[in-house]
T-cell receptor, first 116, second 111 residues
Framework: DTGVSQDPRHKITKRGQNVTFRCDPI?????LYWYRQTLGQGPEFLTY????????KSRLLSDRFSAERPKGSFSTLEIQRTEQGDSAMYLC??????????????FGPGTRLTVT | DAKTTQPTSMDCAEGRAANLPCNHS???????VYWYRQIHSQGPQYIIH???NNETNEMASLIITEDRKSSTLILPHATLRDTAVYYC????????????FGKGTKLSVIP
């Protein structure tokens, strides 16, 4: 099964390096979301895909961040020239594309990024 | 988005009902109330949602006041595994499917 998977689970990188995270959603889900969570805070929305189209991006998503979802299946989130402030848990979620049920988002375990 | 207000933390004895309140006094008529929880080091988990009527599923019950300005999530028989941060969320703006999380309520179930 099934659930949303994310890889890697943990990533330690040096400031200035680029990192890429992968998310595999639940197979029949056409909507995919990325969130970021810092210590003691709730998750913050970053971006949203419907199939392969990126339909919404938060102002939190600076130019150093880019997300893709080729072929509407898995998604990648890349951070270029990482900064210490990028240290956080990056969460991926997916949902079915049907009105109210689209709010039932299923989350993966997250990728914890530490920038040193 | 309608904003929500939740207590920072609550304790509940194991086996007792846990009642988690949420205030959403600026909620609009077509906005749903959703509850998610996040167990330590895991991603958030959907619990339940509702519009006007009370709702119940295998995990919890959701009681929404008649004026819809507040709601209560009820875990009928709390267990140690229910220790988590509980988030009350009201639907994001028109055309958006993002979830807007606050800081939530840290529920500690005590043996």
């Amino acid at each position: 099964d099934t659930g949303v998977s994310q890889d890697p689970r943990h990533k330690i990188t040096k400031r200035g390096q680029n990192v890429t995270f992968r998310c595999d959603p639940i197979s029949e889900h056409n909507r995919l979301y990325w969130y970021r969570q810092t210590l003691g805070q709730g998750p913050e929305f970053l971006t949203y895909f419907q199939n392969e189209a990126q339909l919404e991006k938060s102002r939190l998503l600076s130019d150093r961040f880019s997300a893709e979802r080729p072929k509407g299946s898995f998604s990648t989130l890349e951070i270029q020239r990482t900064e210490q402030g990028d240290s956080a848990m990056y969460l991926c979620a997916s949902s079915l594309g049907q009105s109210k049920s689209s709010y039932e988002q299923y989350f993966g375990p997250g990728t914890r990024l530490t920038v040193t | 988005d309608a904003k929500t207000t939740q207590p920072t933390s609550m304790d509940c004895a194991e086996g007792r009902a846990a009642n988690l309140p949420c205030n959403h006094s600026t909620i609009s008529g077509n906005e749903y109330v959703y509850w998610y929880r996040q167990i330590h080091s895991q991603g958030p988990q959907y619990i339940i949602h509702g519009l006007k009527n009370n709702e119940t599923n295998e995990m919890a019950s959701l009681i929404i006041t008649e004026d819809r300005k507040s709601s209560t999530l009820i875990l009928p028989h709390a267990t140690l595994r229910d220790t988590a941060v509980y988030y009350c969320i009201v639907r994001a703006g028109a055309g958006s499917y993002q979830l807007t999380f606050g800081k939530g309520t840290k529920l500690s179930v005590i043996p």
